[in-house]
């Protein structure tokens, strides 16, 4: 669970800023991270003229859930710092959606595959920690624009098979909702596993109950908003 995750990812979060870098630098060299950023559609748009090298790494830390996936700040010269997300991901899956996502005009983000002889390698942009279960866990009003998001990422979802579909795995950005970690898609059976994340009040149906418990509506008012959803997502 959540907690356990948590726990993992203190082993390596709770040591010094200093302790990390050099413990996971010479991490990334072995993949051969920095030859990946300068080669990256990242490096591109957010700085074309900085060569980036692993001196100007600031910071690493641990944000995955059952398995490390770093988030990795880099300095930068005339802009503010590089942040990306490196994780081991062998199917490339999600740079795929994030296309798709941007064929389809829903809000998208950068992402992109590598594959080389250490592995194959998630790059993608940084959208912050800001989860939907964070979202409910601090008691925010119901929010219409995001539940009609989640509902058309869900219809998404269904349709491609994409499993893994709890709460932690949507982030709030700058007002709109992004899927990520897609790492499984056209997944056999996968109404089953979606039933599972349901039952524990953890899959995109569930929206509207969630906010029923932080809010005080009626049964008419949620009717109204479960409606709007199955709209959203039919």
């Keep these: 669970g959540r ?4 726990t993992r990812r203190a082993i390596v979060n709770q040591l ?3 302790t990390r870098l050099f413990l996971l630098i010479p991490k ?3 993949i051969r991270f920095i ?3 300068n080669q990256s559609k990242f490096k591109r748009s957010h700085s074309p003229n900085q060569d980036y090298k692993y001196e100007d790494i600031t910071s690493i830390s641990d944000i995955g859930m059952a398995h490390s996936v770093y988030l990795i700040q880099l300095k930068n010269h005339s802009s503010n710092p590089l942040e990306v ?3 081991e991901e062998k199917d490339g899956y999600q740079e795929f959606y994030c296309k798709l996502l941007s064929e389809l005009e829903f809000p998208s983000f950068q992402s992109q595959h ?3 002889d250490t592995g194959d390698w998630e790059l993608s942009e940084y959208l912050g920690k800001f989860s939907l279960n964070s979202f409910f866990e ?3 009003a119901y929010d219409n624009g995001i539940a009609k998001e989640l509902a058309r990422h869900a219809a998404l979802g269904d349709v491609l098979g994409r499993g893994d579909r709890h709460f932690e795995n949507y982030v709030i950005c700058k007002g709109h909702l992004y899927p990520v970690d897609i790492s499984i898609l056209f997944w056999p059976n996968n109404e089953d596993w979606l039933e599972r994340y349901a039952s524990a009040n953890n899959n995109e149906c569930n929206v509207v109950n969630c906010f029923q418990s932080i809010t005080d509506i009626s049964v ?3 009717l109204s908003r479960f409606e709007a959803y199955m709209n959203a997502y039919e």
């Design 3 to 6: 907690d356990h995750a948590a």
């Design 16 to 18: 010094s800023d200093s």
């Design 28 to 30: 990334l060299k072995h």
């Design 35 to 37: 030859d990946k950023i």
């Design 85 to 87: 997300v490196i994780k």
């Design 114 to 116: 590598f594959k080389d």
């Design 138 to 140: 601090q008691n925010i």
């Design 220 to 222: 008419e008012e949620t």
